[in-house]
């Protein structure tokens, strides 16, 4: 079983940084075979992805939505996985969810692992 916790939601104004977490456990968790990706749901629409990384963290892939202001990173060593937003929109306001699959990284929704999200709300 793997176990994903999201942390660092909260509500901030227009414009403002966030740095969301995702600590990872569980007994068959390796974070040397897992790709990880953050995805975002707004109420009243479909979970959308958001941003990828690869299990080294030598290939990240990004959401026409937040590219040139999100970064996605890791540290295996903490198992822990980041999601650093810039310049935040009432539009990115949504429940932001960690997930891990074993293998590449995906932008859709074939993930195994997830976690029970964390709001972030973003006011104007």
């Known amino acids: 079983q793997v176990q994903l916790v999201e942390s660092g939601g909260g509500l901030v104004q227009t414009g403002d940084s966030l740095r969301l977490s995702c600590a990872a456990s569980g007994r068959t968790y390796s974070a040397y075979t897992m790709g990880m990706g953050w995805f975002r749901q707004a109420p009243g629409k479909e979970r959308e992805f958001v941003a990828g990384i690869s299990w080294n963290g030598a290939s990240t892939v990004y959401s026409d939505s937040v590219k040139g202001r999100a970064t996605i990173s890791r540290d295996n060593a903490k198992n822990t996985v980041y999601l650093q937003m810039n310049s935040l929109k009432p539009e990115d306001t949504a429940v932001y969810y960690c997930?891990?699959?074993?293998?590449?990284?995906?932008?859709?929704?074939?993930?195994?692992?997830w976690g029970q999200g964390t709001q972030v709300t973003v006011s104007s």
């Open positions: 997930a891990g699959r074993p293998g590449t990284v995906r932008s859709g929704l074939e993930y195994t692992y």
